[in-house]
């Protein structure tokens, strides 16, 4: 169940994931606490639904709204840097967090609020350093050139963009073909040139001077598309052929009779990019005609480090493309934690039912996010947590929490330490709906449980 929690915080929001699993721990212990002491588990669940309503909503009334602006990305660029702080690709923070910037930026449409994730791959490739990592204005396509000779760099390139085969059509029904002397060989072999140069001509009638296929074709076919001065490349996957159509605003070709001028996509550049030492190369499709569609390609030293370093990515793109859809936001360091308890106390004394001790439980639930913080920076959890709070009630300022860099800084705004308000909303949401659901369950039982 937790892993479905976090699951669907990952999916809905991309980030936090790990606010869900601490938060609901802690909402558990403190639960365990409250049945011991005799409190039915309705009465504890109903209480912590309660709590959860107070803290979402004086969330609500602490939220901050954040400029979203192409002309502006620094306080954005803030915000990644937030997100990546707990990752291990910190190190490289400030290029990965502009990375994940541009790239939303590239594909958001600020005026309906929306963010289409499909027009931005992400590539990764292993046996390079976490610097070299780039955000490519176009596609990268993990294919070369399909014939060693043919040119390694095209401009002005228009594309056909092919998912049928090169090669001779073929019956649809099963048969043999019975080859019986050197004229039969020698006209068959007519027969497949033919049909093969029919098929370059009608490409190259189109207008088209770069032939992408999603299917192979045999070496006959290569050696006759280097002939004819048509450059090729082959076994392009269906995921890459749909966005190489998106990003140069061609159409996918079925077959070659179909093959027009209109269909064809253009880009200002495609070129092959090759890799140090391993000799691995890549094709680069740049200055499209539809110039939002980006790659974003990342490069480590070990498939573990670059799958870490997509994630990361995922979360910190992901944290931008909430602030587009949603600019409200509290800050971090668990000072909203911390101000989201002080209320939900507040809300557990004027309640009068037995549910207040479950709602002064989830307070204390919530405090156990700036101790983690505290604990993990190496500060003293209870010392720390309780000098903070009596700052937050004396002074009134929600944004003080952990100085967890020892920056002498408690402030999070000076400190630019930003969390999304949807993204804490979702947090406490789903970690109270975990807790409830397994509140209600009366008793487990394992198979072979009662046997003798």
């Known amino acids: ?13 991309g980030d936090g994931t ?9 909402l558990l212990e403190q639960a365990e606490q409250l049945l011991e002491r005799g409190i039915h588990p309705i009465r504890i669940s109903d209480g912590y ?9 004086h969330l609500d009334s602490i939220a901050d709204s954040f400029p979203v602006d192409n ?22 923070g400030r290029k990965f967090a502009e990375m994940a910037v541009d790239a939303i930026l590239s594909v958001a449409d600020l005026e309906r609020k929306d963010v289409s994730f499909d027009l931005i791959k992400i590539e990764c490739k292993t046996g390079g350093n976490l610097e070299d990592s780039q955000l490519v204005k176009g596609v990268i396509v993990d294919k070369t050139m399909s014939h060693s000779q043919m040119p390694k760099e ?8 092919l998912t049928c085969p090169f090669e001779p059509p073929k019956p649809k029904t099963k048969h043999n073909l019975n080859v019986g002397s050197v004229e039969d060989y020698n006209s068959l072999y007519a027969y497949e040139q033919e049909k093969f140069v029919e098929m370059i001509n009608k490409v190259k009638d189109s207008g088209a001077n770069l032939a992408i296929c999603q299917w192979g074709f045999d070496d006959e076919a290569n050696h006759l598309c280097l002939q004819n001065d048509l450059p090729a490349v082959r076994w392009v996957g269906g995921p890459e052929i749909e966005l190489i159509a998106i990003a140069t605003g061609g159409r996918i070709v079925p077959r070659f009779s179909e093959l027009t001028s209109d269909k064809l996509g253009f880009a200002g550049s495609v070129r092959e990019i090759g890799f140090g030492t ?26 573990m480090i670059v799958a870490e370093a997509k994630r990361s990515i995922w ?17 971090g360091g668990g000072s909203n934690e911390i101000s989201a308890a002080i209320s939900v106390y507040d809300a557990a004394d004027k309640n009068s039912s037995i549910e207040q001790y479950a709602m002064r439980a989830f307070g204390e639930a919530l405090e156990s996010v700036p101790m983690a913080l505290a604990e993990n920076s190496g500060l003293s959890p209870f010392s720390t947590l309780a000098e903070v709070k009596s700052r937050q009630i004396k002074e009134g300022n929600p944004r003080l929490g952990i100085d967890c860099m020892d920056k002498g800084e408690s402030d999070m705004r000076v400190q630019h330490v930003i969390e999304t ?22 008793d487990v039982r394992s198979p072979g449980e009662g046997e003798e």
């Open 18 to 26: 790990t606010g869900v699993v601490v938060l609901a721990g802690a």
């Open 421 to 442: 308000l949807i993204g804490k909303k979702q947090q406490i949401m789903l970690a109270t709906q975990l807790v409830r659901m397994i509140l209600k369950i009366d």
């Open 49 to 57: 639904e309660k709590a959860a309503r107070v803290a979402v909503d």
């Open 154 to 161: 095209l401009k002005d390139v228009k594309l056909a963009i």
């Open 315 to 331: 979360d910190a793109m992901c944290v931008i493309r909430n602030l587009v859809r949603d600019n409200r936001i509290v800050y």
């Open 71 to 92: 002309a502006d990305r620094e306080p954005l660029i803030k915000v990644a840097l937030t997100t990546l702080g707990s990752k291990i690709v910190n190190r490289c």
């Open 1 to 13: 169940v937790s892993t479905q929690s976090t699951g669907s915080q990952d999916e809905e929001i």
């Open 278 to 303: 391993t000799k691995d190369r890549m094709l680069v499709i740049e200055e499209c005609h539809n110039s939002r569609a980006v790659t974003l390609f990342l490069r480590g030293s070990n498939s």
